[in-house]
């Protein structure tokens, strides 16, 4: 079966300060993974994904993310933070079943704290 | 131009009574989602239409109804409420040919059971 777990439930962080937000997964099948992010008060953002190809994935607002097969794990990463990164992270798998559908199995979330 | 939209986005009410939640797209999406919020910020997937028809019914309790009366939208019922079903419910869609891993988010609806 397929799961998400997320290692941190909170990470403070002072700005401009490099953060990595770290998820590892579990599957027995090709994965495809997301980053979703979730600002106070409103839904979930697509901030990267993985299909294939390249494993380091750029994404919005200077995210980047490396998936990496052996550890299996997506971690999250950004050189220097802002104030307004500030919010719920969560990282996400992809499972397909029969017909061409998926679903999104998330993990636990990870608080990003930004202080100046 | 609001791509996926709810209402209401806030729900107060009380233990027993029967309320129902409202997801729009505007996108052109053939597949919805409704997921599960709870108090600590855990998403999980209750339902998933495509071209209304159910194609992912979660262990959910059978008070929770979800209807597709066409591909644009989503509605969810939940009879005779209980206190666990306090929660943001959000909606979610993507298009199966195109893109069916990407799915889009509404703002969420708080629902407030006392």
């Known amino acids: 079966a397929q799961s998400v777990t997320q290692l941190d439930s909170q990470v403070p962080v002072f700005e401009e300060a490099p953060v990595e937000l770290r998820c590892n997964y579990s599957s027995s099948v090709s994965v495809y993974l997301f980053w979703y992010v979730q600002y106070p008060n409103q839904g979930l953002q697509l901030l990267l994904k993985?299909?294939?190809?390249?494993?380091l994935v750029k994404g919005i607002n200077g995210f980047e993310a490396e998936f990496n097969k052996s550890q299996t794990s997506f971690h999250l990463r950004k050189p220097s933070v802002h104030i307004s990164d500030t919010a719920e992270y969560f990282c996400a798998v992809s499972l397909m079943f029969s017909g061409g559908y998926n679903k999104l199995i998330f993990g636990a979330g990870t608080r990003l704290a930004v202080h100046p | 131009d609001t791509a996926v939209s709810q209402t209401p986005k806030y729900l107060v009410t009380q233990m027993g009574n029967d309320k129902s939640i409202k997801c729009e797209q505007n996108l052109g999406h053939d597949t919805m989602y409704w997921y599960k919020q709870d108090s600590k910020k855990f998403l999980k997937i209750m339902f998933s239409y495509n071209n209304k028809e159910l194609i992912i019914n979660e262990t959910v309790p059978n008070r929770f109804s979800p209807k597709s009366p066409d591909k644009a939208h989503l509605n969810l019922h939940i009879n005779s409420l209980e206190l666990g079903d306090s929660a943001v419910y959000f909606c979610?869609?993507?298009?199966?040919?195109?893109?069916?891993?990407?799915?889009?988010f509404g703002p969420g609806t708080r629902l407030t059971v006392t």
């Open positions: 979610a869609s993507s298009q199966k040919q195109k893109d069916p891993y990407e799915q889009y």
């Open positions: 993985y299909l294939s190809g390249s494993t």
